[in-house]
């Protein structure tokens, strides 16, 4: 059915409405630099960010205009997640399982800090998530990680039954595990806040300027040519994430990006609001192709999710998820929406962050759809292990598969994206 669309529906981000971007002053592109980081994303301003005050002259090359990529276009969801429980990662991971598992909660405790410490207007609330079971194996799945998880210590509890509703307003979902560590946050000011502090330390920001190839010239030394001219320089962070490409193709063997897409509502009267979500939750279900939902700020609901692994068009995508939307909250029916946009997320053979190195060209990636609170994190990280002040993140003792059949991946995504589906419908 086609959704409802609103007498100022248009086909753009929610968040950029109100980001408050600071406008970045185009400037001749330098001949070298100490550092070059190629992405302006959460993890590549973060890293760049620490370089500077580490003293390192550093120049951040990003391919389209600040502000418009995924790092603004996500549900603003900050979830400290790995897919798996602290217990089942160290089964599965030894010791590198528990590593990790305290990395991410890590990079959740450092995000909340960063916003407080640096007064970052960005909307950000402790709201805690709720997350909800589709189908009976589903449950089953939720009671183990539930024990699992307190086992370890994570303030999380099982709701079942009618008990679920004094969370969610919806009887479309069998249970919901409610996870304390989660916060919300407006994506796009968050990113402004990234880059302002990247200003503030006079990193030298250059947009529309694409990373065409990157040579090593020997120890310590690179060059990296863009379409603007070359900057040799010593190191290099690749944070370009889902957008991986031919720069450094042993990475773009390894990232699948997906498209994600979101409508928004038009502001939603508050009781109506409330009966959605009666606690402000960050909601995520459990389906291979889940849907991921919450109240924004100004009082919509924003609802996101994808249909397949097809590609498809914003106009598509906004029909599905408002259907969508409505059979998860028929109270829903007749809202219209104001907004709908998408964007692209970095998706790993084993759902898992990666950070490493190709021919001595650093990189971090591997979102999988939680990167809020864990990329800002991971770039810091690895610019302090670049320069030998820390260790890299425990990532790095992970092994980072390819794709299979990547260069192919056109024709056998949609085939895996049936699987999913024919899977998320079991009973």
Same mark, same amino acid.
């Given at each position: ?34 550092? /070059? ?71 959740? %405790? ?21 997350? @909800? ?21 994570? %303030?999380? +509890? ?5 008990? @679920? ?9 069998? #249970?919901?595990?409610?996870?304390? +560590? =989660? ?43 863009? %379409? ?5 320089? %010593? ?22 990006? /997906? ?36 109240? =924004? ?11 397949? @692994? ?7 995508? #906004? ?40 021919? +001595?060209?650093?990189?971090? =990636? ?11 994190? @991971?770039?810091?990280?690895? #610019? ?25 991946? +056109?024709?056998? =995504? ?14």
């Amino acid at each position: 059915m086609v959704a409802r669309r609103s007498e100022v529906f248009t086909e753009s981000v929610l968040w950029h409405v109100d980001a408050g971007a600071p406008e970045v002053t185009a400037a001749p592109l330098p001949s070298s630099a100490d550092v /070059v980081v190629v992405g302006a994303g959460y993890a590549g301003l973060a890293a760049a960010r620490r370089f500077a005050e580490h003293g390192r002259s550093v120049v951040v090359v990003e391919a389209g205009a600040f502000s418009t990529g995924a790092s603004t276009r996500n549900g603003g969801m900050v979830i400290p997640e790995l897919k798996a429980g602290p217990g089942a990662l160290r089964e599965r991971y030894g010791d590198l399982g528990t590593r990790m598992y305290a990395a991410v909660n890590e990079a959740f %405790d450092w995000t909340e800090q960063l916003i407080t410490e640096a007064q970052i207007p960005c909307d950000y609330q402790r709201t805690g998530q709720l997350y @909800l079971a589709h189908n009976e194996v589903a449950h089953r799945a939720m009671r183990e990680a539930v024990a699992d998880h307190r086992a370890h210590g994570e %303030d999380v +509890r099982l709701i079942e039954g009618e008990a @679920l509703r004094s969370e969610i307003g919806s009887s479309a979902y069998r #249970a919901g595990m409610v996870i304390a +560590r =989660t916060g919300g946050l407006q994506p796009a000011r968050f990113h402004a806040g990234l880059l302002r502090r990247c200003m503030a330390l006079d990193v030298q920001l250059h947009a529309h300027t694409r990373a065409l190839a990157i040579s090593d010239d020997g120890p310590g030394a690179h060059t990296v040519t863009t %379409d603007r001219g070359p900057i040799r320089t %010593d190191l290099v962070f690749v944070a370009t994430n889902a957008t991986a490409d031919h720069l450094l193709p042993k990475l773009q063997r390894r990232v699948l990006p /997906v498209g994600s897409f979101i409508i928004a509502t038009e502001v939603l009267d508050e009781e109506l609001a409330h009966s959605i979500s009666p606690h402000n939750r960050m909601l995520v279900d459990s389906k291979n192709l889940l849907f991921y939902w919450r109240l =924004t700020p100004d009082g919509r609901l924003a609802f996101g999710g994808r249909r397949s @692994l097809r590609s498809t068009t914003v106009a598509d995508a #906004a029909d599905f998820l408002n259907d969508s939307m409505v059979r998860v909250h028929p109270q829903l029916a007749g809202t219209a929406i104001d907004f709908a946009w998408g964007g692209e997320v970095a998706l790993t053979v084993d759902r898992l962050p990666h950070v490493g190195s190709f021919d +001595r060209v650093a990189y971090a =990636t591997g979102c999988n759809g939680s990167g809020v609170a864990l990329m800002p994190w @991971l770039g810091m990280r690895m #610019a302090d292990a670049m320069i030998g002040e820390a260790e890299a993140p425990p990532f790095i003792d992970l092994r980072h598969p390819p794709v299979p059949l990547s260069r192919w991946r +056109r024709l056998w =995504t949609p085939i895996v994206g049936s699987w999913f589906r024919m899977q998320d419908r079991r009973r």
